[in-house]
């Protein structure tokens, strides 16, 4: 290369540097194949020949035109030739039989010397692997003693220091088995339990099929309920526990959760929302046509359709279509001792216990109390001395990407929602919008 083209390129020496050790390693692959092949023995090198001619278009062509003259000679559309092998061809039923045994055989010699040949790669990149290390925690030490003796400062790098100590593969080993162990492949479990509740309810075996699915977590029997027709889903959750029916519901996607909702009978259907908290019942009810939202509505308890019907007058692109109206709101009067009985009482499920918001004689947002600022607080403490009347909160219609940018800047479990007149309406948790991204 003339030198003005190197000054106008200077990276040029170092692309044809690794143009040369790319084709070095492509040799050195090549060279490991070849000699893969050349340590065959005669049988094995039949038998790769062999495979390979299988799994040609040649061999597919040779056995259309053996199988349509075979049938031709043996069908009598050839005048003056006599079947050898009238229908329904017994002969040629044994002979390709025969034909597949040995050409399962000679495919599985063929695969059995190309695993022997992937466990042989395995093994030397293992190999290249354990040298990396070793070289790799000898340089580390090489840099640390040349570090003591100029007496640089060492910093204290936890990695680093990993770093230089040797490897111990077996107590490695024995790590990896033990995380496969505590850990199963939950793809797998799901996989097999899903095809045993299917001949479960193709043998009629309502009970088996129940008991399959109500021995799993509410995610994975979802995913399970997910892949039934929808007969079967609407025939089988009624039967189910009506815990594990409102979970599954809640699991699902919105689209398969509405089908089947509005398959079921309206009674069914309101025994499975009274189980589910409000938001999440208001969000099946709001997937549902008209008639059916008002009939499971009317088969609902009151009380559980009066906490439901303020949420759907919501969209459910907003904050209002997000909160759950199921909160605890402390008085500002209450005493500490007085509100931590309180929370005892309510005894929540989720988040909303660790963030408590305050309200006043009118239900307006007054303040935010930590379960921990009520803990540590004097019991004879009033919380409109303790809280903090600093609150972020949000309005019914505020976007559910604006409620989720609040939560993640201020590291919020909980926010309030308010109407018009500032009272506290709702609340968003974490898992709502969670939820909402599902």
Not at 396 to 404: A, F, G, N, Q, S
């Amino acid at each position: 290369m003339p030198p003005q083209e190197n000054e106008r390129n200077p990276q040029a020496p170092n692309q044809a540097v690794y143009q040369r050790r790319l084709a070095e390693r492509r040799q050195s692959i090549a060279a490991f194949r070849t000699t893969a092949k050349a340590q065959r023995t005669r049988a094995e090198r039949i038998a790769d020949g062999l495979a390979e001619f299988f799994g040609s278009i040649p061999f597919i062509m040779l056995h259309v035109i053996w199988f349509g003259g075979w049938v031709v000679l043996n069908t009598n559309l050839i005048p003056g030739v006599e079947p050898f092998d009238p229908f329904p061809f017994g002969l040629l039923t044994m002979v390709v039989s025969l034909e597949a045994i040995f050409l399962s055989a000679f495919v599985l010699l063929s695969q059995n010397r190309s695993a022997e040949t992937a466990d042989l790669r395995a093994e030397l990149e293992l190999q290249v692997d354990i040298i990396l290390e070793e070289k790799t925690t000898a340089l580390v030490r090489m840099l640390r003693a040349l570090a003591n003796k100029l007496d640089l400062p060492e910093a204290v790098d936890p990695d680093l220091l990993e770093l230089a100590q040797p490897l111990d593969l077996v107590a490695l080993e024995h790590a990896t088995r033990a995380e496969a162990a505590r850990r199963p492949d939950r793809a797998r479990v799901v996989d097999l339990t899903a095809a045993q509740v299917r001949s479960a309810l193709a043998a009629g075996n309502w009970l088996e099929a129940t008991r399959l699915i109500e021995a799993m977590k509410p995610a994975d029997q979802a995913d399970v309920f997910e892949g039934l027709p929808l007969e079967q889903q609407t025939a089988l959750l009624p039967r189910l526990n009506i815990e594990d029916s409102a979970d599954i519901l809640e699991e699902m996607e919105d689209e398969q959760a509405a089908d089947v909702a509005e398959a079921l009978q309206p009674e069914a259907l309101a025994d499975i929302l009274e189980k589910m908290d409000p938001d999440q019942a208001a969000d099946v009810l709001g997937d549902l046509e008209p008639q059916s939202r008002a009939a499971a509505l009317a088969a609902m308890n009151p009380e559980d359709a009066e906490e439901v019907r303020p949420l759907l007058i919501h969209p459910d692109e907003s904050a209002g279509g997000l909160m759950t109206n199921e909160f605890l709101a402390l008085r500002r009067r209450m005493t500490v001792a007085e509100a931590l009985d309180l929370v005892r009482r309510w005894a929540p499920e989720n988040e909303a216990l660790y963030t408590l918001f305050v309200i006043d004689r009118a239900d307006t947002l007054a303040g935010v109390i930590t379960l921990r600022q009520l803990v540590t607080a004097p019991p004879e403490a009033t919380l409109k001395d303790t809280m903090d009347p600093d609150v972020i909160y949000v309005t019914v219609d505020t976007p559910p990407e604006d409620c989720e940018q609040l939560m993640a800047h201020y590291d919020l479990l909980a926010l309030p929602v308010v109407d018009a007149n500032h009272r506290l309406i709702g609340v968003i948790t974490v898992d709502d919008l969670l939820e909402e991204e599902d």
